[in-house]
Nanobody, 122 residues
């Protein structure tokens, strides 16, 4: 069984930055991609960003493109979301995701992290 453990996040003023990390452990057979999704009450689940584990290609939502950056450390099975120039609309519960098949992005990762709250204030 694969576990994803998240760290980081918290509260930040609009215009500043936060970093979220996620490390995979356990019986990992394959990582196709790792990334992040977010959920806000009353809104649809949103894909934020992901990174292909072998090639390093990144995928990002239009809402965060140019502000958020995703990086990986293959040796540590860790993915990091660098959330820059935060906006009030970035307030959400952020979930780490791991895709172990052919998918490298989307709303249905195969493994989920425990969730980390990000709150952006003015």
């Amino acid at each position: 069984q694969v576990q994803l453990v998240q760290s980081g996040g918290g509260s930040a003023q609009a215009g500043t930055s936060l970093k979220l990390s996620c490390t995979a452990s356990g019986r990992i057979s394959r990582i196709g991609a790792m990334g992040w999704l977010r959920e806000t009450p009353g809104k649809d689940r949103e894909f934020v960003a992901s990174i292909d584990w072998n090639g390093g290609r990144t995928f990002g939502a239009d809402s965060v493109r140019g502000r958020f950056r995703i990086s990986k450390d293959n040796a540590r099975n860790t993915v990091v979301l660098h959330a820059n120039n935060l906006k009030l609309d970035d307030t959400a519960m952020y979930y780490c995701g791991l895709w172990d098949g052919n998918s490298t992005s989307g709303l249905r990762p195969d493994v989920w992290g425990q969730g980390t709250q990000v709150t952006v204030f003015s």
